[in-house]
């Protein structure tokens, strides 16, 4: 038999990095054995049928490079199959009329010393359909629901646990449990592979599926959930959780995948950067932890980084040019001062210090900008420019050097060496953060002189003027 899996996320506006990762892991299934991805919208909440929160989902696993075989199909285009499966529920008496409110629902719990919530009250109540009523399933009193989880093992839910759930809202609309058992049984699919969170949804699914006499079941597969480093679920509250957040920051696509199959899922050997070739060879279902998965962001820098260096510098170049010089980038320089040939200079240095496109302005400011900004707090400023030896002589002497210095990275660079040898102090750090601002960078004198002399100039007085 063919694999088949689904992809089935509801419409949010965003796609969430778990859910990208349910797809992914969809993908990888169906990629290593085979089989088939179906991509279906659950868009049974008419609120979220919007085009753009659709692009939202569809144009980030394209970037991704996630593909589909068969979609995507919506929901709520097949809602008269879902009708129809609600009332063949209540025909056979599996499924029955309600018109109590949670509230109502809940004093009459209270009256009779149970649980808040519903009790089976409207059951063999005769209750006819009306614009008030809800349909209900009528869950077994008795015996309990086995799901044989890939992941987790056996899990057991007792029947007599799970309360009379609604299958069809008082609009007349089914809800998402039996849209989902209908689609999943009429596409033929054999592996649902979501997140953890869904658990608790699927005895319910599989009652339902018996009761509609579906056959064969599809096997389950419930991912660890998310969590950031409080180990709390990821949440969009709290959390930057946004795929394409992510990537408009400067993650590669590649890079994010290769992060992205790490969570929960590991290769046999323990190498962790490898192609997306290798990863659906070694992918294997019962292989994914059940506990909770880090979304390590530290983690997920080391690797884009590796993936940005092992870019061809060409490509790295023309990669950056939307955050060096974009209508978005983030930059602290005029866009008319910016030297594409400057930085076509330095790129090379630059792409070994990166781990996102977005981080790049940091290494190349300074060569755009005329002033640099000074942080007199930061444990750079202080070690270099107040616990070093003679900082202000150092500082006058390469002034004094530079005002008529041929300007090649040659001799500004001997020059600075000369004041500190004259000092018997180190001269090339406290030069470095007067004219960059940071103690740390590229390599300094080849790009150095692409400033102006003034420029330089007036950055070490600057410097200066702060000891």
Known sequence: MTTRVRFAPAPTGFLHVGSARSALFNWLYAKSTGGEMILRIEDTDAALRKPEFIDAIVKPLQTLGITWDEGPYYQSQRQQFHVDAVEQLVESGHAYFCNLTRDEADALAKEAGLPAGYHGWSRDKGIEDGPDCVVRFRTPDEGEVVIHDVIRGEVRFKNVELEDFVIRRSDGSPTFLVANAVDDADMSITHVIRGEDLLNTTPKIMLLWDALDFGDKPTYAHLPLLVNEQRKKLSKRRDDVSLMEFLSKGYLPEAMVNHLALLGWGPPDDKEIRPIGEIIELFKLENVNKGSAFFDVTKLNHINGEYIRALPVEEFIEMAQPFVYGVDAEISWDKDDYKPEV????????????????????????????????????????????????????????????????????????????????????????ARVAITGTNAGIPLWDAAATIDRDVVLRRLAAARALL
């Open 343 to 430: 930085f076509e200079m330095v790129a090379a240095d630059v792409q070994q210090r990166v781990d996102t496109f977005s981080g790049i302005p940091h290494y190349i400011g300074w060569l755009f900008s005329d002033e640099v900004s000074y942080d007199v707090e930061s444990k750079g400023w202080k070690k270099a420019m107040v616990k070093g030896k003679m900082i202000p002589e150092i500082l006058d002497g390469i002034a004094e050097a530079f005002v008529d210095v041929e300007w090649t990275a040659e001799a500004m660079n001997a020059a600075v060496a000369g004041v500190g040898d004259a000092l018997e102090a180190r001269s090339q750090v406290p």
